[in-house]
């Protein structure tokens, strides 16, 4: 069995390509997000909106501006759903057979924190019985209709503190009686999983290694070249049992090949693999088809969300600092990394005053021994002004920590393009 070959120049433009982020962009439409999530699997979703919220941000880096009602649309379409992914992510329902199989697993553990849950459903079976009957008759609802229904509170915990009903929710979910179908605001809307996807409702389950076995062919088409360590970390995370005998399997049926990534010091460490359907794009690279891209990203993206790997592949430290101290944060509170081909070449910290249309730029810092030069600006210019217009910006306005060549270029183009 041929084992391919990269060099680390090579392995971060595959990464990037087959992320979406390298080329012509994906088309601008519900058929475009349909096609981008069949090739990044999943949207990790969550509520921050600093700049804009990461589900819409990572689509933005792609496809450029859109309609955010999209997702709406596709959601009530039954399009995509939400599921276990990169955290809570909203992945295609057509894939819902990757994570139906461990659904219901988490809520069958053992353990202290498992067996108080259960005893704690079985304490309010009221509550439990009341929910799924008004979802069947009136559903989606959100958690906060059934907060007058009286149940046993749940236990005093610091990661916890809201209503029973919220709680119990959770734990339907986990055993697949119910699922989130929407959201208004921050809230989700809540269904009965039978009712929303009914022509699962009677499917048997996938066995445990035809699921592994997809999902890591997934993971890996995803990242390009990558470790099982790496895959277990991406699309269905922690969810990839028995995982290095699946990958010799598809090995040895010549589906994946081995492969190994050279730098100037020799052979990276540990076993790689590529997909066989990912090496004519690697080929295409070679052959000097690289379309190189500049973007802003958000901090959930898919390409850095393993920080480990980020740093292996682009020499990248990057961790977000929302939970970090303000005194404490060595670069800021929101922070979108700058790609720039196939190298991350700055960071900036910023925030839009929704009530003013302010975009704030407080700081921008250029990677240490980054080749920066007139173009790259421009380029990074250029993708903060569509950024500013994507989410809604009248105004952009410069903070102190930003170096006087980014300055010059930022306040040149894009407030003039506003």
């Known amino acids: 069995m041929n084992t391919v070959t990269l060099t680390p120049t090579e392995a971060r433009r595959l990464a990037v390509s087959v992320q979406c982020l390298a080329g012509p962009r994906p088309q601008a439409g519900k058929a475009g997000i349909i096609d981008l999530l069949r090739r990044i699997n999943c949207l990790q979703i969550d509520p921050i909106r600093a700049v804009e919220r990461t589900q819409l941000l990572v689509l933005w880096s792609r496809i450029g501006a859109f309609d955010p009602s999209w997702l ?6 039954r399009v995509i759903i939400e599921g276990d992914a990169h955290q809570a992510s909203y992945v295609l329902t057509e894939d819902y057979h990757l994570f139906r199989r461990w659904i219901g697993s988490l809520f069958k553990r053992t353990g202290d924190g498992m067996e108080r849950a259960r005893a704690w459903m079985e304490a309010n079976e009221t509550l439990r019985a009341a929910i799924v009957e008004r979802l069947g008759q009136e559903g989606p609802l959100t958690a906060t209709v059934f907060n007058d229904l009286e149940a046993v509170p749940w236990y005093p915990s610091r990661w916890f503190s809201g209503k029973p009903a919220s709680m119990m929710m959770s734990l339907l979910s986990w055993q697949g009686v119910v699922m989130p179908v929407g959201r208004k605001g921050n809230q989700r809307l809540w269904q009965l999983r039978d009712v929303w996807l009914p022509e699962w409702a009677e499917q048997p389950l996938p066995q445990e290694e035809e699921v592994v076995g997809l999902a890591c062919q997934r993971s890996l088409k995803a990242l ?31 589906t994946v090949l081995p492969a190994q990534i050279v730098g100037e010091e020799g052979p990276w460490d540990g076993e790689w693999y590529i997909h066989r ?4 794009l690697l080929e295409s690279v070679r052959d000097g088809a690289w379309a190189p891209r500049t973007v802003f990203l958000s901090p959930f993206d898919n390409l850095i969300c393993d920080r480990e790997r980020t740093e292996q592949f682009f020499d990248f430290y990057y961790r977000i600092e ?17 790609l720039h081909g196939d190298r991350f070449i700055g960071r900036m910290d910023s925030q839009i005053e929704r009530k003013t249309g302010i975009y ?22 250029g993708s903060l002004l569509e950024l500013a217009r994507f989410i809604g910006a009248k105004r952009v306005e410069l903070g102190e920590r930003i170096p006087a060549p980014w300055r010059d270029v930022l306040e040149k183009e894009v407030n003039q393009g506003l």
């Open 72 to 77: 709406d649309d596709l959601q009530r379409e």
């Open 224 to 254: 390009g070249v990558a470790g099982p360590r790496q895959i277990s970390r991406h699309f269905i995370r922690g969810k990839y049992p028995n995982l290095a005998r699946r990958l010799a399997e598809l090995a040895a049926e010549g």
């Open 360 to 381: 704030r730029i407080h700081a921008f810092y250029e990677e240490e021994g980054a080749r920066v030069d007139a173009p790259a600006r421009a380029a990074a210019a």
């Open 322 to 338: 929302i939970y970090v101290p303000k005194a404490k944060r060595e670069y800021g509170y929101y922070v979108l990394p700058l």
């Open 277 to 280: 359907e990912t090496v004519p």
